[in-house]
């Protein structure tokens, strides 16, 4: 029976209506589903091998990053709503290069390229203003360097300077950070940025920065009453790390020494965190020198004719009575002088005492004994624990007190036990490596892998799901090959038809007569034919 366009629509709803149910809804996903693959193909085969240049970017500069890719004609493609631009992977880092080179992305707000362009009589105003705008897209841009920050905007205020010191205002700032998803700012990287802005901007204090994440909670600027409470966290942060220090140098030895995972430590330890200043003077007696000396001599006298006696009118009257020296007698008078100083010695010490000094220590251990094969023909199968002897567990006891330097006097106390440990602990960190391994492996050759994974994704779908609806589809019984043959036909077709089917008739006659005729030929030909084969 020939094609005929003419009677397409009649032969399709015939043909509709000879099937059931299941079947035609089979057709109806089968179409479906193949119009929506070679669709998918379609659009996939237009977009190519596309990667994302940059994500969250903000309007500015994404019509900036567009234009750039139009005059290198560099194919691209938008996503996330405009703010994401996608290229082809051969070309991402290259591009890269020539935007940073270029200043873009610049990010949100204006840095001090706004004075790349100076106007002619701009203003100390207009000049004051641009510089504030420009100090805070800078310090914008720095902020958003960091990988848990998307964005961020940052107000400064800036009083005038007053001639009189008492008389000035301090600067002011407010930062308004959005995270990215799942991430969060710590306690160093928030007080980071508060001394950052703080030392970017004259005049401002760190306590006068404010930060805001895009949920309104205030990370930093609120001024506590008094500062024990940040004292106090400060103080338990450094006994936590104390604590872990010594854990972590105990069980290292232990487990190179017992195995991986064959013991478990504890560590508390008492703090002293009073803040002292001690200043000592001391003296030594046995320790004296000599510090000075200092001697003097003085003489006085002479020959000379000097009067000498008794005064009065006697002895200048009565001969030869001249008193106790006569005239032209000589007198000397000497007078010397010494002293020496003594130095005591002393000693003057100041002393800063430390400041968390341990002033006790308590330390726990478990850990595991040995574990013995099982004999042949026990029962279960299950390895025998066998404890560790008291030998051992003195020794072990004392590696752990030289390792913490264990002192009876400050009230230290150890306890070593030994206890069978009942669960058996998974190293998470060499699967944790494998999967990391596994993940670049992917990562590298992603291109190739999402083309084989296409090509056997339709492969299998054509194997598994196409072909045997279609085999189902037009296995149709012989009841409906005679009704379909029972279709209406032209008048050419049905002479064709007959035609040939007379032809077959005459063919079939001809050969009946000839094998009648000549049977004794006919017989001998079979046997020849069939000694051929």
């Not at 990370?219 to 009453?225: D, H, N, Q, R």
């Not at 006891?397 to 058996?424: C, H, L, Q, T, W």
């Amino acid at each position: 029976m020939a094609f005929s366009f003419s009677g397409l629509p009649q032969q399709i709803r015939l043909a509709l209506k000879g099937l059931s149910t299941g079947k035609l809804v089979a057709m109806v996903i089968l179409v479906g589903g193949t119009i929506a693959g070679f669709a998918y193909l379609l659009n996939w085969s237009e977009t190519g091998d596309l990667q994302p240049l940059y994500n969250h970017l903000a309007p500015e500069d994404a019509a900036q990053v567009v234009a750039r890719l139009r005059e290198r004609q560099i194919p691209y493609k938008l996503s996330m709503d405009g703010t994401g631009v996608l290229i082809p992977y051969d070309k991402i880092y290259e591009t890269r290069l020539d935007m940073a080179a270029e200043g873009l992305p610049r990010g949100n707000g204006i840095g001090f390229e706004v004075f790349d362009e100076t106007k002619l009589g701009m203003t100390e105003f207009v000049q004051n203003v641009n510089y504030q705008r420009a100090l805070q897209g800078e310090l914008s841009r720095t902020i958003n360097t960091l990988a848990e920050v998307e964005s961020s905007r940052i107000h400064i205020v800036m009083p005038k300077k007053s001639l009189f010191i008492e008389d000035e205002e301090p600067a002011t700032a407010s930062v308004i950070v959005k995270l990215r998803r799942g991430k969060y700012l710590s306690k160093e990287q928030i007080q980071g940025i508060v001394h950052l802005v703080s030392s970017s901007v004259s005049r401002l204090k760190p306590e006068d920065v404010t930060i805001v994440d895009s949920s309104g909670k205030m990370l930093a600027g609120f001024k506590e009453s008094s500062p024990v409470s940040q004292i106090t966290s400060n103080q338990l942060a450094f006994q936590e790390k104390k604590e872990r220090l010594l854990e972590n140098r105990i069980r290292t030895m232990l487990e190179s020494v017992l195995g991986q995972d064959k013991a478990i430590v504890r560590v508390s330890c008492l703090l002293n965190f009073v803040q002292q200043e001690k200043t000592e003077e001391l003296y030594l007696p046995d320790n004296s020198v000599v510090r000075s000396e200092q001697s003097s001599t003085s003489l006085v006298g002479g020959a000379g004719a000097t009067a000498a006696g008794v005064p009065g009118l006697q002895s200048n009257v009565v001969p030869g009575n001249t008193g106790t020296n006569g005239a032209g007698g000589s007198k000397n008078n000497q007078k010397q002088q010494f002293t020496k100083n003594y130095e005591v010695g002393k000693l003057v010490s100041h002393q800063i005492m430390p400041v968390g000094s341990v002033q006790r220590l308590s330390v726990a251990v478990i850990v595991d004994g040995t574990y013995k094969a099982a004999e042949e023909g026990a029962e279960g199968g299950t390895a025998q624990y066998v404890p560790r002897t008291p030998d051992e567990m003195t020794k072990l006891e004392n590696i752990v007190k030289s390792a913490v330097d264990y002192d009876a006097d400050r009230g230290d106390k150890i306890e070593v036990a030994n206890i069978p440990f009942e669960v058996e602990m998974i190293p998470e960190v060499t699967a944790a490596s494998e999967t990391m391994d596994w993940l670049d492996v992917i990562k590298q050759h992603q291109t190739l892998l999402k083309y084989t994974a296409a090509a056997l994704f339709f492969l299998l779908s054509y194997m598994i799901v196409i072909k045997p609806l279609a085999r189902w589809l037009t296995s149709t019984p012989i009841e409906e090959i005679q009704m379909l043959e029972q279709l209406p036909q032209t008048i050419k077709e049905l002479e064709r038809r007959y035609a040939e089917s007379d032809r077959e008739n005459s063919y079939t006659r001809q050969l009946e007569h000839v094998i009648k005729e000549n049977q004794s030929g006919s017989t001998r030909l079979m046997k020849e034919w069939l000694k051929e084969t």
